[in-house]
């Protein structure tokens, strides 16, 4: 049985639009939407490489597995992926990258890159709380540790993507006291 | 000296060599039997203290095994485990036979009444035979010097005197006495089931003054953010527990009826996995009151209702790992049709669950489950309303007849539980 399912995926409504019982989101975002960048790893909700953005109550992002959720979950609220952080221009070429992308660009975080969509994702959402609820510069490292720890790098390119994290923090104003 | 002398001294002193030989062959052959002995009997008490689950009590978070420390939230305030090892400044290795038979008897350690966290309550019917053989383990085991923890314990719950009044009115020593009527096997589950497992101190409802009821035995009570459920033979039957399901839960942590969790989950893993065969038998003969085997009934699945306001729900947060029809995966998630947790007349579980989500649970280098995320701040309690009465009616034969209100207030005692 097929369902109707809208949303708004990076700014852009999405549907209503007819898909099959039991879709996964992460097979949304690649064969209804051609949304690639998201990255089907595990496919058990372990390795976080398929991370996304909802806006969840109150404004607050929160970050959910599109390889185990069911695309009902996103039905009528807001996604980012990772195609939704860097500026385009009309022409849709990319005039700029997030400062997390760049964080990461500078800090040659990535390998492979198969898990950097998740750490954006992530990254970003972290980011977003703490410009609404600062840490104490003394906290940063363990603000980093737990909002990472669970996104699995198999390259282990961990030490630069953490490197990458903690500098942006320390280095954009309101995050910290 | 005379000849006659001589040899008579002679034959003397060959009869003494001989007898002295005799003397310490006789007892160096009693040491070493002496000694074999000792070990038989420290290996009985070692399993026998696996069978207890010593182990999930008596050792810290991280920390050494048997040294205690661990923290034990009850209505008083919050009691230690204390350390068991075989220190003697520290342990309980300057315990004396005696000492050790009134604590695990009678609830008296040498330096007052214990607290009946410590299941005394159970272990009193323990034989004397396993009493000397759990003794014999305790004492060579490994000593840990660590201080044991002062309670925390609010005035006036905290005068341990006050320990022996609940003594006089809930405790009576005496020894496990078989039933007749029963066969041995089921007899030996009996003992291993209420005696060492001590289960019925988290499967017994309580009274107004902490006792469990006897008349209301194994049907089950709430421990905090779980509840530990019903597990009388009447129960179980009708949920068509088999031997081979209570066989695989307790050696695995899963069935075809689901994962155990919670306070069940280092039950099985220090304890319950450890059972012989044979006891194992005993037991499950036991808790299902019946020794013969039992017919696998098919597992229920309903079909999908895709009209009712938990489908969407389901298909959205717990399908991914589930399944689309709740088939589960193997070492990720545990199948949903006849879940143990959702065909049961209580919904507490099912609730307390999504608003608090499972650790993962890894049981050996090729066993785990994945963790399972907590929802308490994603559903309201309609939608938890709405998602649970719709997977009972899907994968059991309960109704939707779980009330919005009966949800709010599972949240509300689980607030207070985990403060």
Redesign the interface.
Known sequence: ?SRHIQMTVNGQQVGPVEVP??L?MIEFLHEYLNLTGTKFGCG???CHACTVIVEG?NGVSEVV?S?????????GKKVRTIEGHAKRNEAGEITELSPVQMAFLEHFSFQCGWCTSGFVNETTALMERLAKNPVAVSDVEQVVEEALKEHICRCTGYVKYYQGVKALILNTRGLTY | MKATNISRCRRFFRRLQTALMAFFLLAGISQIQAAQDQETLIKQGKYLAEIGDCVACHTPQGGRELSGGLPFETPFGIVYSTNITSDKETGIGHYSYRDFYRAMHEGISPDGNLYPAMPYTSYHLLTEQDTRALYAYFMNTKPVRQENKASEIGFPFNIRMGLKAWNLMNHKDGEFTPDPAKSDSWNRGSYLVNVLGHCGECHTPRDATFAMRPEAHFQGAVLDTFEASDITPQELNRQNWTHEDLRQLFTRGYSRKGTVFGGMYPVVYHSYSHLTEQDMRAVTSYLLDNEADIAEQPLTFNGHD?QAPGY??Y???C???HG?DGEG?PH?APALAGNATLDRSSAFNAVSLLLNGIVSQHYNSTTSF?AMPAYA?KFDDRQLTDLVNYMRTTWTSQKADIRLSAVAEIRINMKQSLH
Request: with cysteine; aromatic share 10%.
């Open positions: 049985m019982e039991g996964k058990v909700g372990v109550k597995r390889c185990i959720s069911g695309v009902e979950r996103f039905a | 895709k969407n729900l298909m959205g947060y399908a991914g790992c689309q995966r990720v994945y701040d």
